[in-house]
């Protein structure tokens, strides 16, 4: 599996963070083959907003957005079935500086709110939406199982 990460705002902030090693439990969490590629990126709040308003049709920058590219549903076989060639999952973009406006609202702290957020914007890639409730439910869970898995095999 391979993160590529853009970490155009906000480096050092950023690259504190385990980027890679949550982007790859959560791929491998979600049965993706081993060729899957997914893109991380961090922005300033102003190429956020050109983006929420470009694809969303919303004015003002959001914390998360994901950029599906390949699907299972494409003919990609599953985690361990033998890919050939890469199986591009897709991109997230991620605005820090909504993440640390938003830690004091959700109680958490910077890299609590990044790591939630990276994981959310995963699992949009995955086929996971928050549209109705049973839906919000569904993946508000398993954002937690994989915020916990990922947490415990931390040191």
Not at 9 to 32: N, S, W
């Amino acid at each position: 599996m391979e993160v590529l990460i853009d970490y155009a705002h906000r480096r050092e902030d950023c690259e504190a963070l385990a980027v890679r090693e949550l982007a790859e439990l959560v791929m491998a969490a979600e049965g993706k083959p081993a060729s899957a590629e997914v893109s991380v990126s961090f922005v300033d709040d102003e190429a956020m907003a050109a983006l929420n308003e470009g694809f969303r049709g919303k004015e003002g920058p959001t914390d998360v957005l994901s950029f599906e590219c390949d699907s299972l549903d494409d003919g990609f076989p599953a985690a361990g079935e033998g890919a050939e060639g890469a199986y591009e999952l897709g991109d997230v973009v991620i605005a820090p500086d909504v993440a640390e406006r938003q830690c004091a609202q959700f109680g958490n702290g910077f890299a609590e709110e990044m790591e939630l957020l990276l994981v959310h914007g995963l699992l949009h890639l995955c086929g996971y939406d928050h549209l109705v409730d049973a839906e919000a439910e569904a993946m508000e869970a398993r954002e937690r199982e994989l915020l916990a898995a990922f947490r415990a095999q931390r040191p």
